[in-house]
């Protein structure tokens, strides 16, 4: 009987970055490979731990937690790969396992195509080896990053799927050519909106109508990630929204809508539509761009159609301040003390007469009352934008500059301090394999850099949001300003300056102090808000 000592557990990894090395790399001959080296060095296999399709960049893998979990219940001894690589390709982190890990925990590591023992002493040249693992990633994606830029900027289709009305050209995978069927009722849709349908309307003549939906198309044409889908013929508005919003119907190809934040996190971020990659005239167009322009100013112009004759250009953004719920707008009779009918048009909470107990306070509001105050909000932030004194002080108040500057700085120094750290990791391996300090210093050593460079990366994240947020206020600020300015000599209130410029407007209820009425209307811009 075998001693326990000879315990082995072999480790198996496989990611699409190694997919260039062929069947050598493959998880089912790493298997292999190394059964047949326990079997020549008389180890028991006591299980083989294989993660496919991970990053050696990631160190959170199934397989390879469970083997962690194996290691602390001491039920192995031996850890086995094939290679470095195949434990991890971020060097710290690596290092980590084979100088300090596995070490404090009697743990035999090989690699048997780097012939690398930490029995015999013959992992001397294994720090190396994970730098070079690590830069080999960071190549890589830099390699792959910039292939996948070069085929969109040649207007090559370069996603996962085909956009619905389009399919993958038998002859030419990178090029998109019409899907007949879909393509059909992608034109359907388009002329509904012609007619004056919207979104709403559009949906539900396609469900009555018992169109096959866009999931269910995909299905039916063999991609079985949609098999979850069973509402065949069930059309939701997001679908009717999104083929009549794709530039991709004019022949047009925007690509990098995605993109990985970094070759270590794989965090999938979305690029800015100004930083996207757009191409015209890549394949063959379903709409013609005379529809395409006048369907999008049907969209943004669209409203329901009144039962009554009287403007309601505040639609859909009145909000009570009491119970959150959309203020209705309403046509209310009044007689006047001469006996004569008036009409008042208001916005009043509905929910308060439903759900008093949720709505305690009646909220209303006079139509024209409002439109007032909003026209007058709208002229004030007009001439605030315009007026440089009071527009600077705007920047002051938002304290953009001043954070800027000091985040700046501050990731700076943290960058300048990430690279020292993988400096005085590669010298304390360089002078533990030299001889000049000791097996223990070294471990510590490490373990208190890769602290530090945990701390201070968790630090740089926080930092380059708070970045990313001023200069997203920054530019929010410019951008209301510039949209403010398109309206400057209006001389009436307009449903098109209301969808430009306004999101939300919250009303409060009325209230007197001292005999006098008040009540409160707070109008939440698009972009940015003002307030000096």
């Known amino acids: 009987m075998q001693s326990i000592n000879n315990r082995a557990a072999i480790y198996c990894r496989l990611s699409s970055d190694d997919g260039s090395q062929g069947d050598s790399s493959s998880i089912q001959t790493q298997k292999m490979m190394l059964e047949k080296y326990c079997s020549e060095q008389g180890f028991i296999i006591y299980d083989i731990y294989a993660d496919d399709g991970y990053s050696g960049l990631n160190f959170d893998r199934p397989s390879f937690q469970r083997l962690l979990k194996d290691i602390e219940g001491k039920k192995v001894n031996i850890v086995i790969t094939k290679d470095l690589s195949r434990l991890g390709r971020d060097y710290l982190q690596t290092g980590y396992y084979t100088e300090v890990f596995f070490p404090s925990r009697k743990i035999r590591y090989i690699a048997v195509s780097d012939n690398i023992d930490t029995d015999k002493g013959d992992n001397d040249i294994a720090p190396f080896r994970n730098i070079l693992n690590d830069m080999y990633s960071r190549d890589l994606s830099k390699k792959i990053k910039m292939a996948k830029r070069q085929r969109a900027l040649q207007g090559m289709f370069i996603s996962g799927q085909a956009p619905y009305g389009y399919k993958p050209n038998p002859d030419n995978k990178k090029q998109l050519i019409i899907d007949e069927e879909a393509g059909i009722v992608v034109k359907r849709i388009y002329q509904l909106a012609l007619e004056g349908k919207g979104i709403a309307t559009i949906k539900k003549i396609l ?18 990630r949609f098999e979850k889908y069973n509402n065949k013929t069930r059309w939701c508005s997001y679908s009717v929204n999104n083929i009549l919003k794709n530039i ?86 009044r007689i006047r003390g001469s006996g004569k009918v008036a009409t008042e048009a208001l916005y009043k909470c509905i929910h308060h007469f439903e759900n008093p107990e949720e709505c305690p306070q009646y909220v209303f509001i006079n139509y024209d009352n409002l439109k007032n105050v909003v026209t007058e909000r709208i002229r004030k932030y007009i001439n605030i934008v315009n007026d440089e004194v009071l527009f600077q002080k705007l920047y002051q108040k938002s304290k953009i500059s001043n954070q800027a500057v000091k985040h700046k700085d501050e990731k700076i120094k943290i960058e300048k301090r990430l690279g020292t750290l993988i400096k005085l990791a590669s010298k304390i391996y360089n ?42 206020e920054k530019k929010n600020i ?3 300003k510039q949209k403010l300015n398109e309206f400057i000599d209006f001389k009436e209130l307009t449903v098109e300056m209301i969808n430009a410029l306004v999101t939300k407007i919250i009303i409060e209820p009325a209230k007197k102090i001292d005999g006098v009425k008040s009540q409160g209307i707070n109008i939440h811009f698009r972009f940015a808000q003002i307030d000096l």
């Open 207 to 224: 469900t009555k109508e018992e169109v096959i939906n866009p999931s269910t198309h995909k299905l039916k044409n063999g991609d079985a």
């Open 248 to 333: 991709v119907y004019l022949g047009d190809l925007e690509n990098r809508k995605y993109e990985v934040e970094n070759y270590k996190s794989k965090k999938i971020v979305k690029v800015p539509i100004e930083n996207r990659i757009i191409v015209k005239n890549t394949h063959e167009a379903i709409i013609s761009r005379e529809d395409f322009e006048r369907v999008q100013e049907l969209l943004s112009a669209k409203r329901r159609v009144r039962k009554n004759q009287h403007e309601n250009i505040f639609k859909s953004i009145i909000f009570c301040k009491v119970c959150g719920h959309r203020l209705c707008f309403a046509n209310t009779t």
């Open 431 to 472: 002078d533990n394999a030299e001889g000049l300090i000791d097996d223990m210093t070294c471990k510590e050593l490490v373990k208190q850099y890769q602290n530090e460079q945990k701390s201070i990366n968790s630090r740089l994240i926080e930092i380059n949001k708070s970045i990313n947020d001023q200069e997203t």
């Open 478 to 480: 410019q951008l209301l």
